[in-house]
């Protein structure tokens, strides 16, 4: 397993949260999902298999802007 952290800009109520977890919840080889709107990120643990483009296409279907947290984490 392995955890990505995305930085999500404008996502400032807990809908916003709802929303972008129920997003990335659907993306196959998701584990867990925790969207926190007063830090704008949202932390994600997948399989190995699941690439960042991904989980940044899904994030972005939704309607907000994300970014690696940690690029170095990649």
């Given amino acids: 397993m392995d955890e990505r952290t995305?930085?999500?800009?404008?996502m400032g109520c807990t809908g916003c949260e709802r929303s972008v977890e129920t997003a990335l919840r659907r993306v196959d080889g998701v584990e867990t999902v925790d969207?926190?709107?007063?830090t704008r990120t949202?932390?994600?643990?997948?399989?190995?298999?699941?690439?960042?483009?991904?989980?940044l296409t899904a994030i972005e279907h939704t309607g907000y802007e994300a970014t690696p947290a940690n690029p170095e984490s990649a």
């Fill in 6 to 10: 995305f930085r999500v800009e404008r």
């Fill in 35 to 38: 969207a926190d709107f007063h």
């Fill in 42 to 55: 949202v932390a994600v643990t997948v399989d190995e298999h699941v690439d960042e483009a991904t989980l």
